[in-house]
Nanobody, 119 residues
Framework: QVQLVESGGGLAQAGGSLRLSCAAS????????MEWYRQAPGKQRELVAS???????YYRDSVKGRFTISRDNAKNTVYLKMNRLKPEDTAVYYC?????????????WGQGTQVTVSS
């Protein structure tokens, strides 16, 4: 059984920083992609950042230059460093891990961690 365990969420003031961590336990394989999504009240869940097994990264435009995604393959852990936080970053943040095969894919979700940014 694969579980994604998140930590690091909480309260921050505008302009502050937080660092989220997500550790995958129980996996017998490495993930092709590890990602962070977020969902704000009344909005759809959106991809924030993604990182491949080779280290290629993607960021949505609204967080470019402020957020940094990284991973430690030995620990099967993904991080999201969030700098210069804005109130609009307030959301539940979810870790997502994907394993691709030639015929199918497997994915797993974390439980979500609340990030609240006050003005």
């Amino acid at each position: 059984q694969v579980q994604l365990v998140e930590s690091g969420g909480g309260l921050a003031q505008a302009g502050g920083s937080l660092r989220l961590s997500c550790a995958a336990s129980g996996s017998i394989f490495s993930f092709d992609a590890m990602e962070w999504y977020r969902q704000a009240p009344g909005k759809q869940r959106e991809l924030v950042a993604s990182i491949s097994s080779g280290g290629s990264t993607y960021y949505r435009d609204s967080v470019k230059g402020r957020f940094t995604i990284s991973r430690d393959n030995a620990k099967n852990t993904v991080y999201l460093k969030m700098n210069r936080l804005k109130p609009e970053d307030t959301a539940v943040y979810y870790c997502h891990a994907v394993k691709q095969t030639v015929v199918t894919s497997y994915d797993y979700w974390g439980q979500g961690t609340q990030v609240t940014v006050s003005s």
